[in-house]
C-alpha cells in the first residue's frame, strides 16, 4: 500500500481540460478545498493523522455529517448513472462517505441493478472516474468517495472473475490459493474503480438450517480465521481495503431462522470468545482490515450496532482495529423497529453514534442518518469531539487508501485487460476443481472410464439449472455451464448422453410436504417413470439435485434439510433400477441424506460452484479432476442433533452409534464429520514429530509429518492437524484445529509438512476469562478428518 501514498506524479489527460481543473491539479499534490495553497491535509509528505486533524479542522458539521453514510449506487437508491445538475441540491453536497455497488450491473431477481456503464471494464473506471472528479471539484472540501463493492466470491460485477460460493472456498482448505483469490478481488476492484470490498465474510455457520451457510467457509473458527486472513491480505496488498463481515454473533439465530425474524442468538460469553469473534480478532490482528460490517442481531439483549461493548470496547480498544466501521442495511433502524430499545429513529442513531458506528448504510436516502444526526448535535445530544472521532475514522482510511494522493483510476483503459483475465480464469477454475469434495464412493464407481461408458443418463431438477453458479453477492453475466452440458462437452461423441428431469427442485407443498406429505401428483409420478425408463437403457446414471438460489441464501432458512421436494423420490426410484447411481448434489448447506449415503454407491459434493460449475463436476466424475476438498462443515443425521458442530464441549456430542443415557433414544454421530473427503488416491501419514516435547508457557512448538500418496492417481491431500488440551482449569472443547495444509503428491511422493504452534495456539480462557497458556499435558493429533486420526503425540507446557 505504500506505493499509494506516493506524491502525485502525473494525472490522466482529461483533467488538464479547463482553466478549473488546472487550478486545483498540482504536480505532487491536488488543491481539494481549492484555496490556492497546499495545506496539510493535501500534502502527501505529512503523516495521516496530522493530514486528518487539519482536514477536521477545516469542515462544517454538515460536511462531517456527510462522512458518515452510505449512499447507495444506481437503481438502488442513487436515481442517476451519471452527475446531475440535481446533486448540487442533494445531501451529498456536502460529500458522503461511500457509495456503495455503483454501476455494477448486478443481475438478482431481488436486487436488479442494469446499467449501461458496467462493461467493458475500461467504460466503468471512467464512469467512477466522472463521478470522483464531481465530488472532488464541485464539492468545497472535495472529500473523494470510497467506493464499495461486495465480494465474497468474486468482485460483484458485470463479467467479474468468479468463485465458488463461500462455503466451498471453504472446503478447498487452501490457504496460497484464497490469498490468490483475495489478490484477485483486490486487483479487479482497483481497477474498476472500488476502493473498498466487503469480504471476507468470517461468521461460523453453527446451525446448518440458516439459509447464509452457503456464505461462510464452515462452522470452525480456526479454518475461517486462517481462510479470512488470506482473502483479506490478498485484497488488500492491491491497494484496496477489505470489510469483514458480520460483525459479530450473527450467524447462529435461534432455530437457525432468518429474515424478518429477530436473530436472538443464544451463546454462552466463553463460547462467544472462543467461537464467533475468534475470526475477528485473528483477521484484524494479523491482517489489519481496514473495514468491518455490524450486524444487525443482538448478543445478550444488547443489539451490535447500539453496542459501546462491541463497536468501541472489544474492536477498537481489544482487538485494535483502526478502520471504519459500516452497518449492514438497516441495522442502526432495527434499534427502533425490531429491537425496541430506542423510542425513535433520531434515538437509534444516537446510540449507533455513541456506540462507535462510522458509516450508516441503508436502501434509504443517506439523508435519513445525516439529518438526525445534524438534529441531535443542534440539540446537544452528541459532541463535537465524538463526531470528529467517527468522521476521523472514515478520513483515516480514505487517507490509507490514497485517495488524497491519487482520488482517480489512473489508467481506465488498463481494466480491460486486468478484470477477468486469462490469468484470474484460471485461478477461479482451480479454485472450483479444489472445492468438490467426495463424499462416498463404494466399489470405486468414480471416476468414470469415458471409453467404457456408452450411454449416459443425466437426471435431476439441477442438471440444467444455472442460477446457482451466479447468486446475490459476487459476479453477474458470465457464460455459465450447466451439469448437463459440462457433460455433454466431455464425452462429445464418445458416448450418447440423455436427460430426463426427473422432477422439480421443490413440490406444490413444500416446505409443507416435509411435515405433511401429499401423494405424487400424475406429472410427478410421469416424470419419475420417464427418468427411470431412459435409466433402463443407461450405462450409468448421474443424478444432479439439492438446492438452487430460492431455497438457500439470505433470509432462506429452513426448517428441514432433506432434499426438497420428490427429489429423494426420484433417487430410490433411479436406484430400484439396479444401475450405477451417481448423486452429485448442488446445494449450500448440509443436507441430511441418509437414505441416500446408505443405498446410493456414490456421492459428489459440488456446493454452489462457479460458472464452470458444469465443466468441474464433469471433469472430476471422470477422473481429471480428483477431488480433494474437505468438508468445513458438519453434516448431521437430523436436525434434531442441532446444534451438532465442530469443535464440541467434551462429552457434549453422543458418540457414533453410542447410547444416548441409559436408553438407545437417539441417532448419534455424524453423517459426515468435519474435516471429511474422500479422494481416488490414498495418503497415508507417518514419522510425527513434535519438539521440543516440554516448552514455556510463551514458546513455540514445532510439528512434522510426513505424507505420502500411496495410490494410482495424482491427488491432493489435507493434512489436518488438532490440539487436545488433557486437562484444564475449565471445560474446553474435545480437542481443537490448529493447523492445516493442502499438499498435491505424485504417486508414491512423500513429502514432509511443518507446522508451528504458537502461544496463541494453546490459550483458553481461563476462569476469570483471561486468555491463558495453562501448564500441563497437551496431545497433537494427525488425521484424515476430525474423526479419522491416524497419528498421536503429547507434549508438555511447564510454568
Known amino acids: 500500500m505504500r506505493k499509494l501514498l506516493l506524491p502525485l506524479l502525473f494525472l490522466p489527460i482529461f483533467f488538464q481540460s479547463s482553466a478549473q481543473e488546472k487550478s486545483i491539479y498540482h504536480k505532487g499534490w491536488i488543491d481539494f478545498n481549492k484555496n490556492g495553497k497546499m495545506d496539510i491535509f493535501e500534502d502527501p509528505s505529512q503523516p495521516i493523522d496530522k493530514r486528518v486533524a487539519d482536514l477536521l479542522s477545516q469542515m462544517t458539521v454538515e460536511e462531517k455529517t456527510c462522512q458518515l453514510a452510505t449512499l447507495y449506487g444506481y437503481k438502488r437508491v442513487l436515481k442517476e448513472e451519471m452527475p446531475a445538475d440535481s446533486w448540487k441540491n442533494e445531501v451529498w453536497k ?138 483479506c491480505l490478498g485484497v488488500q496488498e492491491e491497494g484496496v481495503a477489505s470489510t469483514l463481515k458480520h460483525f459479530a454473533v450473527y450467524s447462529v439465530p435461534k432455530g437457525g431462522r432468518d429474515g424478518a425474524d429477530r436473530t436472538d442468538p443464544h451463546v454462552a460469553p466463553r463460547e462467544m470468545y472462543q467461537i464467533y469473534l475468534y475470526p475477528f480478532r485473528r483477521v484484524i490482528q494479523e491482517a489489519h482490515a481496514l473495514g468491518v460490517m455490524s450486524s444487525y442481531n443482538d448478543w445478550n439483549g444488547e443489539p451490535i450496532t447500539g453496542s459501546y461493548f462491541f463497536l468501541t470496547e472489544l474492536l477498537r480498544q481489544k482487538f485494535g482495529f483502526d478502520g471504519y466501521v459500516v452497518s449492514d442495511s438497516e441495522a442502526v433502524e432495527y434499534l427502533y423497529s425490531k429491537h425496541h430499545v430506542a423510542g425513535s429513529i433520531d434515538e437509534a442513531v444516537r446510540q449507533a453514534f455513541e456506540a462507535g458506528l462510522n458509516v450508516r448504510t441503508n436502501f434509504t436516502m443517506p439523508q435519513t442518518y445525516i439529518m438526525p444526526l445534524r438534529r441531535l448535535y443542534a440539540e446537544g445530544k452528541i459532541s463535537m469531539k465524538t463526531l470528529d472521532s467517527r468522521v476521523g475514522d472514515v478520513l483515516r482510511v480514505k487517507f490509507k487508501l490514497g485517495l488524497f494522493d491519487h482520488p482517480y483510476v489512473e489508467d481506465p483503459k488498463a481494466a480491460d485487460k486486468i478484470v477477468h483475465n486469462a490469468e484470474a480464469t484460471a485461478m477461479g477454475l482451480k479454485m472450483n476443481r479444489e472445492s468438490m469434495v467426495l463424499l462416498k464412493n463404494e466399489n470405486n464407481l468414480l471416476p468414470l472410464n469415458k471409453s467404457a461408458i456408452k450411454n449416459i443418463l443425466v437426471t435431476g431438477p439441477l442438471a440444467m439449472e444455472t442460477n446457482f453458479e451466479v447468486s446475490r453477492y459476487g459476479p453477474s453475466h458470465n457464460p455459465m455451464t450447466s451439469v448437463l452440458d459440462g457433460i455433454k462437452n466431455y464425452v462429445g461423441s464418445s458416448a450418447t448422453v440423455n436427460y430426463a428431469k426427473g422432477c422439480n427442485i421443490v413440490d406444490a407443498t413444500w416446505p409443507e410436504s416435509e411435515i405433511i406429505e401429499t401423494p405424487l401428483t400424475s406429472d410427478e409420478q410421469a416424470s419419475i417413470d420417464s427418468a427411470v425408463q431412459q435409466a433402463k437403457k443407461s450405462d450409468v446414471v448421474i443424478a444432479v439435485v439439492g438446492e438452487d438460489v430460492d431455497r438457500v441464501g439470505e433470509s432462506l432458512s429452513r426448517t428441514g434439510l432433506n432434499l426438497p421436494g420428490r427429489q429423494l423420490k426420484l433417487i430410490q426410484a433411479l436406484q430400484a433400477t439396479g444401475k450405477p447411481v451417481i448423486m452429485v448434489m448442488i446445494n449450500g448447506q448440509p443436507l441430511t441424506v441418509n437414505w441416500e449415503n446408505k443405498y446410493v454407491p456414490a456421492i459428489l459434493e459440488a456446493w454452489f460452484p462457479g460458472p464452470e460449475g458444469g465443466k468441474v463436476i464433469a471433469e472430476t466424475l471422470f477422473g481429471d479432476n480428483n477431488p480433494g476438498g474437505k468438508l468445513s462443515i458438519t453434516f448431521p443425521k437430523t436436525t434434531g442433533q442441532i446444534e451438532f458442530n465442530f469443535p464440541f464441549k467434551q462429552g457434549s456430542q453422543a458418540p457414533q452409534g453410542g447410547a444416548n443415557s441409559w436408553g438407545k433414544t437417539s441417532v448419534n454421530g455424524a453423517l459426515y464429520p468435519f474435516g471429511y473427503g474422500l479422494s481416488y488416491t490414498t495418503f497415508e501419514y507417518s514419522n510425527l514429530q513434535v519438539s521440543p516435547k516440554k516448552e514455556h508457557q510463551q514458546g513455540d512448538v514445532t510439528v512434522t509429518v510426513d505424507v505420502t500418496n500411496t495410490g494410482q492417481l495424482k491427488g491432493d491431500d489435507v493434512v489436518e492437524l488438532y490440539l487436545k488440551q488433557e486437562v484444564s482449569s475449565v471445560t474446553t472443547y474435545e480437542y481443537d484445529l490448529r493447523g492445516f495444509e493442502r499438499v498435491p503428491l505424485n504417486p508414491g511422493e512423500k513429502k514432509t509438512i511443518t507446522f508451528t504452534l504458537h502461544p496463541d495456539d494453546l490459550t483458553i480462557l481461563d476462569k476469570n476469562m483471561n486468555w491463558t497458556v495453562e501448564p500441563g499435558k497437551f496431545e497433537i493429533m494427525i488425521g484424515h478428518s476430525s474423526e479419522d486420526i491416524k497419528l498421536k503425540q503429547e507434549f508438555e507446557v511447564v510454568n
Open 94 to 231: 456536502d460529500g458522503i462517505a461511500n457509495i456503495d455497488e455503483e454501476l455494477n450491473n448486478l443481475t438478482s431477481h431481488t436486487d436488479a441493478a442494469p446499467t449501461q456503464y458496467s462493461f467493458p471494464y475500461s467504460k466503468h473506471a471512467a464512469a467512477i472516474n466522472t463521478i470522483q472528479k464531481w465530488f472532488v471539484e464541485q464539492t468545497r472540501m472535495g472529500i473523494p468517495v470510497d467506493f464499495t463493492n461486495e465480494g465474497i466470491h468474486g468482485l460483484n460485477h458485470d463479467r467479474a472473475t468468479s468463485l465458488p460460493a463461500p462455503i466451498g472456498i471453504g472446503s478447498t482448505w487452501d490457504k496460497p490459493l484464497v490469498r490468490l483469490a483475495g489478490d484477485v478481488v483486490g486487483r479487479e476492484g482497483k481497477a474498476l474503480g472500488y476502493t473498498n470490498i466487503y469480504t471476507p465474510i468470517l461468521d461460523p455457520a453453527r446451525d446448518q438450517r440458516w439459509g447464509r451457510v452457503v456464505e461462510t467457509y464452515g462452522e470452525d473458527p480456526f479454518l475461517i480465521a486462517e481462510l479470512g486472513k488470506q482473502m
